[in-house]
């Protein structure tokens, strides 16, 4: 059974490029069915696509593994997730004069949002524009639509970022991949609807997203976003300092993930075998020392994101507390370390329970997240469904049985065909003959 409707996204990512396909019930929970993963270390860096060409053959190799998945069905559009350094948010307002007898209606709403997207600051793009309050006359109203005022005013979280982030995504995707994009989404929003409930942006709530090339900080709260921040920082620094101690960088990977912890303990005379650098043999490392090299680098990320957080003037009521995520989010005793800074409750966390059906295993997986969170944010449908070709049979043939040869059908005669006969030579002569004889005695008589 070929599938006719679904939705696909692409999470771009720094470590690598998530390909996923889901069907969005009515409840809004998804079924996964289909996911692919490609390495994206070669072309895209903290976020950003550099290289347009590599992005789109791994996208059209990401494309194909899902089609293979799918049962006969092609993808017709995607979803893509949207992130980078220069991401962040900025406030801005929309003022709209309605008169003594103005009525706010969804026209005058629809009106103000438009106007809000067409904004363009100086040297940035807009990608979002969320969580807006309104103020009629300079009073609150969350809902405003059928309120009479003189002045309505719509204030916007708006996403802003390099305006490089948008196209180089469309010229890798739609112009070179030559795969229809449904809509951009940014990641980080994602991300945050994918792991975070409404009870939790509700009390207040900060999301720290661990990813390989940056660290993302969205805080919520009254169920609005507050400010949304990207830290260029990740964990590949990480990797990378391990390399110091004299590792390949794929084996400096397998440490960190393995014995990698944010809290070094100082007297631990533990040892650890790695790979030696030709790979033909092991040796020791203090354990101690590795984690010197860790804790000194994740120091330095969450000093940046406490700086950020504490820039929000929310620290001490976020009801919901800190929560971490990200494939960098699973390093040893990271949550303790930000509990022991922040005193407030952390806790790590991956795709919420609810919104992947049939307990799907990489819904615990947070490499996933931000794919899972743009396929809840999708709503058309992505597929492109060619039916089998189906092919009318001919009209069986009438085949005529010939009497079978015997003895005695052998001896039959073919009837023969009727000669016509026409006048011979004599019969003609006679004829003459008999007219000229006839003549002549006819002749006789008239004398």
């Not at 209606?105 to 106007?115: C, G, K, R």
Request: charged share 25%; with cysteine.
């Amino acid at each position: 059974m070929a599938y006719t409707d679904f939705i696909a996204a692409i999470d771009l990512g720094s470590s690598h490029i998530v390909g996923m396909a889901g069907v969005k019930s009515t409840t809004g929970t998804i079924s996964i069915i289909a996911h692919e993963v490609e390495s994206s270390s070669t072309c895209i860096r903290r976020g950003c696509v550099y290289n347009v060409e590599e992005t789109a053959n791994k996208i059209k190799r990401l494309v194909l593994k899902l089609e293979n998945k799918l049962q006969g069905t092609r993808i017709r559009k995607v979803y893509v997730g949207i992130g980078g350094q220069s991401l962040r948010s900025i406030d801005h307002t929309v003022p709209k004069i309605l008169g003594t007898d103005g009525v706010v209606t969804e026209e005058v709403i629809a009106s103000l949002y438009q106007e809000c997207r067409n904004y363009r600051p100086d040297m940035l793009d807009v990608l979002a524009a969320v969580s807006p309050t309104y103020f009629l006359d300079d009073k609150p109203e969350p809902n405003p639509v059928g309120i009479p005022c003189n002045r309505i005013e719509a204030r916007y979280k708006l996403i802003v970022g390099r305006p490089s982030l948008r196209r180089y995504v469309i010229n890798s995707i739609a112009e070179r991949a030559k795969i229809e994009i449904a809509g951009i989404i940014v990641s980080p929003l994602a991300l945050s609807d994918a792991v975070l409930s409404d009870s939790e942006k509700d009390l207040g709530c900060a999301l720290i997203g661990f990813g390989a090339g940056v660290t993302t900080l969205t805080v919520y709260k009254a169920g609005k976003l507050i400010c949304l921040s990207v830290i260029p920082f990740g964990s590949n620094l990480i990797t990378r300092d391990i390399t110091s101690l004299h590792l390949v960088e794929a084996e400096a990977e397998r440490v960190k993930k393995a014995y990698g912890s944010a809290l070094m303990e100082k007297d631990s005379e533990q040892t650890i075998q790695v790979s030696s650098a030709d790979g033909m043999g092991l040796r020791e490392i203090k354990l101690a020392d590795l984690n010197n090299v860790v804790e000194a680098r994740v120091k330095e990320i969450l000093e940046n994101v406490y700086a950020r957080l504490d820039e929000t003037g929310l620290t001490n009521s976020l009801g919901a507390g800190i929560v971490v995520t990200g494939g960098a989010g699973v390093l040893k005793n990271l949550t303790d370390v930000i509990r022991e800074r922040m005193k407030m409750s952390v806790r790590f966390s991956a795709v919420r329970k609810g919104i992947v059906e049939n307990a799907n295993p990489i819904a615990g997986n947070p490499e996933y997240a931000v794919a899972i969170g743009l396929l809840m944010k999708g709503s058309e449908n992505c597929a492109l469904y060619v039916p089998p070709r189906v092919v009318e049979p001919e009209p069986p043939k009438v085949e005529v049985k010939e009497e079978p040869k015997t003895v005695a059908n052998s001896f039959k005669k073919k009837p023969e065909k009727q000669k016509k006969k026409g006048p011979s030579i004599f019969g003609s002569w006679k004829k003459n003959f008999d007219n000229m004889a006839k003549g002549l005695f006819d002749d006789e008589d008239d004398v």
